[in-house]
Nanobody, 124 residues
Framework: QVQVVESGGGLVQPGGSLRLSCAAS????????MAWYRQAPGKQRELVAT???????NYADSVTGRFTISRDNAKNTVYLQMNSLKPEDTAVYYC??????????????????WGQGTQVTVSS
């Protein structure tokens, strides 16, 4: 089985910074793209940033220049460094991992696995 767990959310003042982490664990043998999404109250979930296994990144226009996505393949972990935070960044942030894992029976599986989300609140 696979577990994906986010951490690092919290309350921060406008202009502040937070670093989110997302770790995947289990019988994983490969992780492809990893991504961060967010969902604000009353809004649809939106893509924030993506990173390929090789390290290529893409960002939503609203966070370009302020957020940085990175990953540590050895730790099956993706990070989101968020600087110059604004009240409109307030949302639940979710991690999405495209990964492959092997069951006890030796059968390989591939799919998208999500974390439970971590709340980020930007407010004075």
């Amino acid at each position: 089985q696979v577990q994906v767990v986010e951490s690092g959310g919290g309350l921060v003042q406008p202009g502040g910074s937070l670093r989110l982490s997302c770790a995947a664990s289990g019988s994983i043998f490969s992780i492809n793209d990893m991504a961060w999404y967010r969902q604000a109250p009353g809004k649809q979930r939106e893509l924030v940033a993506t990173i390929t296994r090789g390290g290529s990144t893409n960002y939503a226009d609203s966070v370009t220049g302020r957020f940085t996505i990175s990953r540590d393949n050895a730790k099956n972990t993706v990070y989101l460094q968020m600087n110059s935070l604004k009240p409109e960044d307030t949302a639940v942030y979710y991690c999405d991992t495209d990964l492959s894992w092997r069951s006890y029976a030796g059968i390989s599986h591939r799919g998208h696995y999500w974390g439970q989300g971590t709340q980020v609140t930007v407010s004075s």
